[in-house]
């Protein structure tokens, strides 16, 4: 899980409320609020500049466990990509016993008081996705999840509960940390996983958590990322041979053709730690990230090629 604990921006999005409906929202990133399960909830949402009344997709990020959305932005830097190639960016928050502070998300068996109080999470996104809806220029068969850590455990819960309305995932540094997964349909799915990762290791089992600041994860058994990954590839009903091709300390392993179009996909990072590769740390003391691979580019390539089959 993550502890990305940071700071809010120098500017923080003002809250505002949403854009009327059939119009043209204005560039730049704002809050909003919404109620969800009986709680108040708030997430970020970025325009890039030009943005009309066209259908864009969304791209939603999560939060690691101990972060917020501003702290996930920093690492990935998905509302400049999204400048550069037009697609929204919805950037929500997770729950914390002080209010907005080390918020995580129930992404099954973890994490923190959010899994302890059992929050309807996957309400809140199907919610979320249903404001931005009726407000923004959304494309609803190009809608996409990806996440780090305790988001990227959610990310995978998602896709496990909502996949008639996601076109794609990506968790990074994640595992499926989730019983009765049972998708309505096959998920393309892009994973990015470090072999050094310390605290969601990728051979599974129960890693170094800062169990002074989250109590509750204490011996926490996370699934390995063959058995994360290996749902996906049978569910979506892959060959069982991949095909790898190595580029410095990335091993990409492709399994496909799979149902309905649909791919599985893990990066590898060979001596990679608990981090956003090609991004920014987290937090001061946390791993580095890769260098050899721009994960914000790669997650956006691979959801730019799936969109949901029409129905």
Avoid at 61 to 87: M, P, S, V
Wanted: proline share 9%.
């Amino acid at each position: 899980m993550a502890l990305t604990a940071c700071g809010p921006r120098d500017r923080p999005a003002p809250t505002a409320s949403p854009p009327p409906a059939g119009t043209a929202p204005p560039a730049g990133t704002a809050t909003h609020t919404l109620t969800a399960g009986g709680v108040r909830r708030s997430y970020e949402i970025h325009v890039p500049p030009g943005t009309g009344t066209a259908p864009r997709p969304l791209v939603v990020e999560l939060h690691g466990g101990g972060g917020d959305n501003d702290a996930i932005e920093r690492q990935t830097g998905f509302f400049d990509l999204a400048d550069q190639k037009g697609f929204l960016v919805a950037s929500p928050n997770g729950t914390g016993r002080l209010e907005d502070r080390l918020l995580t998300w129930n992404a099954g068996w973890c994490c923190g008081q959010a899994a302890q109080n059992d929050v309807d999470d996957v309400g809140f996104i199907a919610a979320m996705l249903d404001d931005i809806a009726a407000h923004y220029p959304l494309d609803t068969r190009r809608v996409y999840v990806t996440g780090f850590s305790n988001g990227a455990m959610m990310t995978y819960r998602l896709g496990c509960a909502l996949a008639d309305r996601l076109a794609a995932i990506a968790p990074v540094s994640g595992a499926l940390d989730h019983d009765g997964c049972a998708p309505s349909r096959p998920v393309p799915l892009l994973a990015i996983h470090g072999t050094a990762d310390q605290n969601v290791p990728y051979n599974g089992g129960t890693g170094a958590v800062q169990e002074e600041r989250f109590p509750s994860e204490r011996g926490r058994v996370d699934r390995s990322v063959t058995d994360s990954v290996g749902f996906w590839v049978r569910r979506d009903g892959c060959p069982a041979t991949p095909a790898e091709r190595h580029d410095g300390t990335v091993t990409r392993t492709t399994y496909t053709p799979c149902a309905d179009g649909t791919e599985v996909v893990l990066d590898t990072i060979d001596g990679g730690g608990h981090a956003w590769p090609g991004g920014r740390k987290g937090r001061p003391r946390a791993d580095a990230p890769a260098a050899d691979l721009d994960a914000t580019a790669a997650i956006w390539d691979f959801f730019a090629r799936h969109e949901l089959p029409h129905r």
